[in-house]
Structure formats: structure tokens, C-alpha cells
């Protein structure tokens, strides 16, 4: 008789910096996330003395079964188990902090159908990342999947399971942090993609959760929670993704739009004229939003954080409000650590993450969609004017070059740089900046940590400036990249 030989998957394959994102059933299977499950708790729940989990999951077909098996996971090492069910990964940072409990959300986020994943948290909706836990959770895991290490037993019984609705306190939550009762009326449309704004759109903006009206009439696109997407991808970064949203904004004369990827944590804003507004502009504004308020509540060493590839103008507007800008790496556990380390009120990223210390550090889309509309609803001003006062240069957009080695492109642009005469930092990647007396301009140019990709982001007082930089810029890159141009990717990201 032969034994069937089961390929057990090698999680470095998709256990990433940040989380778990990866095929299913292939790479992210029942066993694997109940080995996981294990994992989590002997490294993170236990150590830091938690009596619980608190698991989420989104609207994928494979996320409850696979959520299931992680709590299996978790209860098998003696930690109970709360159930939240359905939630956008902002709820399960609420729940997190709210409960001061460790997290897993399951969800892939704007990731195609075909993929599942999970964000980790320490209880307060700490980051786990590979350097705070995850890259020791995997190993322990692997070494499970391989049969090669048996854990000692439980330190207490099989932990219980129990199941809890939090929406309608997420919901009243958020609602206490920015009061829209006052708001001159809004129709506003908004586009979940399918996701699991779907949910959550009703419940804080609307009367699902049991909360009192709001004065918003919203129109609502793909609120039917389905993980296959059949709409469009949900992921509002690549513009394709808006065009459905702006046309409707433009066709019910609304006011503006709101787009929530897949597991509403980002939220991205179009005018009433259908033009997205930048990620950048809505970092400014919600900034200077949060800086008066905590200037009223008798603050004077005020801290907002930023990301390397953000907006010249999000540091303007902290300086002229009176605050500290702190320049980050990209990425949420960059940000979020030194959020944490300063007490900064606010933090944003051009990816449209944003993050409240009124929120744990967390990144929450649905918070920066109430100071938008609280910032719109004050005012008889509209929306495209109100942005204006924060996006103050033009951008390029992200562009991804397929470049094998990288390195030794990098060097080629720090070499062009150096002919310039031009400012160099290297916080995250090369970023170059114009030469002193020069008009503004500046680049980033970063690895991207998963594929053999370098991203580029230029910005500049001017588009004749923006150009021309990009261009020389990129021609730089694509002379040394792995394909001819033709083939090489132009997209946000």
C-alpha cells in the first residue's frame, strides 16, 4: 500500500513583513491556519499574558472556514476565543483595543478572490510584524506543519469560544470622535466594492447600528457583500476602479464620493466633479483637523506623521498649524511605531491608510471619511475648493518598473542625482530633492519588498517640472530594467 505524500506549504512563501496574504486552498489552508492559530497563541497571546483572541473575518467565501480554524488553533492552547464575524479590519482593531485583546483579521484586503490572508495585532491593535512577533509565529508554525515539533500541553483547559456583535458599538465609537449632528445636509455616494464597507457604511453613516440619522443622503454602490468581486476590484488606488464612482457622483449631483477597498481600513475621496483627491490632501486636511482639536484641549507639543512618498505640502500645512511634522518609512508598522513613540495625534500615508491616536494608532478609513464630511459639512465651500488649500503640487502617481537589479539602477539615479547638485536621503529608498534656490521638485525611488519592483514617485511645483524630472527619472530606471519599456507597468499602487 502506498502513503499519499501531502505537500505541506512553505509559509516564507506568503507570510509577508506585515501579515499573511497568500492562494487558497494552496499556500492558506484550514490546516495551515489552525496551525497558525497555535502559533499565535504560544508566541503572542501567552507571552504577553492575554486570556483571549479576538478573531474577524470579511465577506471571501473561504474566510469563515478559515477563521474557524485558527480559533480551533487558538483554544487548543488553553486561550478562549471572541467571534466577531463579519467586520472590516478597522473593527477588528476597535475590538482589539476596546477588548485589550490580541487580533487576527482575515481578509486579503484588495487582493483578487482566489487569495485570503491575515493581519495580526497585539492587544491595543499593536502591529505584529516580522520583527514583533511574526517571523517566529511562521517558524513555529512551519515547524507544525512539518510534524517536526510537538508543543507542550496546554497550561490550562481547551479555551471556550464565545461569539459577540460589535458593530453597533464600533459604530457609536467612531461617531463620538467627529459629531456630523450639526452638518449642513450631504448626499454622498459611496462605492464598497463589495466589501465590507458594505457593512460598515451603514452602520456609521446610516441607522443600521441603531444610532440616530445623520443629515446624509448616501447613495449606495456595491453594497452586497460578495468576495468575488464582481463588480470591480476593490482597490480604489488604481483608477479604473473609481470610474464607476465617479460617474455616479456626477449623475446624482452628490456632493462627493467615498471608495473602500476590500476590507474598508482605506478610504479614498472623489469631489463633486467626479476628480479624485489626493491621498496626500486628505492627509492635510485631516491633520489640520486634528491639531486644532487637540489645541483646544490645551496641547502644545503636537505631532503628525508622515510617510516618505507623502505630499510636500502635508509638512507645510503641520508647520503652518502650528505642529511637528515626522517623517516615516512607508509602511503601517513603521508609522504606527512612531506614532506610538511621540504620541502623535495623527498619522498618514499616500496609500490613503490613516491613523488616529484617538483610534490605538490604528489605521481606520471610516474616521478620516467623517472628518472629510465634517470638514465639507461646516462649510458652504465644496469639496474641490476645500482641496485645494492642501494639494499644492502635481504628482506622477506611482510607476512600477519590473528592475532585477536593483541596486545597481539605484545607483545610476544617485550618480544623476549627484550631477544635479541635488539633496539625498535614504530614510526608505533614495529620495532626491531639487538643489537649494531650485523651484521645488522631488523623487523617491523604493524597492518594493515582495517583487523585483522599483517604485518611483515624483512630485513638483509645476507639471513642465514634474515631467521632465519623471522622465529622466524613469528612463533611468528602464534603461537597466528586465524588460524593454513597452513592458514595463505604469500604475498607481
Not at 206 to 234: K, M, R, S
Not at 331 to 347: L, N, Q, Y
Request: proline residues 5%.
Amino acid at each position: 500500500m502506498t502513503t499519499k505524500v501531502v505537500d505541506v506549504p512553505v509559509l516564507t512563501d506568503f507570510v509577508k513583513a506585515y501579515d499573511v496574504r497568500g492562494l487558497v486552498p494552496e499556500q492558506l489552508s484550514a490546516d495551515v491556519a489552525r496551525a497558525l492559530g497555535s502559533a499565535f497563541a504560544e508566541v503572542i497571546v501567552i507571552p504577553d499574558e492575554k486570556s483571549g483572541v479576538v478573531v474577524g473575518h470579511d465577506m471571501r467565501p473561504s474566510s469563515p472556514q478559515l477563521s474557524a480554524a485558527f480559533a480551533e488553533g487558538i483554544t487548543a492552547r488553553g486561550v478562549d476565543v471572541i467571534l466577531i464575524g463579519l467586520c472590516s479590519t478597522d473593527g477588528l482593531y476597535y475590538a482589539s483595543g476596546a477588548l485589550d485583546l490580541p487580533g487576527a483579521m482575515f481578509t486579503a484586503s484588495h487582493n483578487p478572490a482566489r487569495y485570503n490572508g491575515i493581519k495580526f495585532c497585539r492587544s491595543a491593535a499593536r502591529p505584529v510584524g516580522q520583527d514583533t512577533g511574526l517571523a517566529e509565529l511562521r517558524d513555529l508554525a512551519q515547524w507544525l506543519l512539518d510534524g517536526r515539533a510537538g508543543l507542550p500541553a496546554p497550561r490550562t483547559a481547551t479555551g471556550t469560544v464565545e461569539v459577540r456583535d460589535l458593530l453597533s458599538d464600533y459604530s457609536a465609537f467612531l461617531r463620538d470622535l467627529v459629531d456630523l449632528r450639526g452638518s449642513r445636509p450631504l448626499k454622498v455616494v459611496v462605492d464598497a466594492g463589495n466589501g465590507m464597507g458594505g457593512l460598515t457604511v451603514p452602520a456609521v453613516l446610516g441607522t443600521a447600528a441603531g444610532l440616530p440619522p445623520l443629515p446624509l443622503e448616501i447613495v449606495p454602490l456595491y453594497f452586497e457583500l460578495d468576495g468575488t468581486f464582481p463588480n470591480h476590484e476593490a482597490n480604489p488606488l488604481d483608477p479604473a476602479n473609481l470610474v464607476d464612482l465617479q460617474e455616479a457622483v456626477r449623475e446624482h449631483r452628490a456632493d462627493m464620493g467615498l471608495a473602500f477597498d476590500g476590507d474598508a481600513d482605506r478610504c479614498f475621496v472623489v469631489d463633486a466633479e467626479g476628480r479624485a483627491v489626493s491621498p496626500s490632501a486628505i492627509t492635510g486636511l485631516v491633520a489640520a483637523r486634528e491639531i486644532s482639536r487637540a489645541r483646544a484641549a490645551g496641547e502644545n507639543d503636537i505631532v503628525v506623521v508622515h510617510n516618505v512618498i507623502s505630499s510636500a505640502a502635508v509638512p507645510q500645512v503641520v508647520r503652518e498649524h502650528g505642529a511637528t511634522p515626522i517623517r516615516t518609512r512607508v509602511g503601517h508598522s513603521f508609522i504606527k511605531a512612531e506614532m506610538a513613540r511621540t504620541g502623535a495625534v495623527f498619522g498618514g500615508e499616500h496609500s490613503a491608510h490613516y491613523y488616529f491616536r484617538d483610534f490605538w494608532f490604528a489605521d481606520t478609513g471610516m474616521l478620516a471619511a467623517l472628518h472629510v464630511l465634517a470638514a465639507l459639512g461646516e462649510q458652504d465651500r465644496p469639496l474641490a475648493e476645500i482641496a485645494r488649500d492642501f494639494e499644492r503640487y502635481v504628482s506622477s502617481g506611482e510607476l512600477n518598473s519590473t528592475v532585477e537589479d536593483q541596486s545597481a539602477v539605484v545607483e545610476q539615479v544617485r550618480a544623476w542625482a549627484a550631477r544635479q547638485d541635488a539633496g539625498i536621503d535614504e530614510l526608505d529608498g533614495l529620495t532626491v530633492t531639487a538643489p537649494a534656490g531650485a523651484e521645488l521638485w522631488w523623487f523617491n525611488v523604493r524597492a518594493s519588498n515582495t517583487e523585483p519592483l522599483l517604485r518611483l514617485n515624483v512630485e513638483a511645483a509645476d507639471h513642465e517640472t514634474m515631467t521632465r524630472i519623471r522622465d529622466e527619472v524613469l528612463a533611468l530606471i528602464r534603461a537597466g530594467a528586465a524588460d524593454s519599456p513597452e513592458d514595463q507597468e505604469e500604475r498607481p499602487e
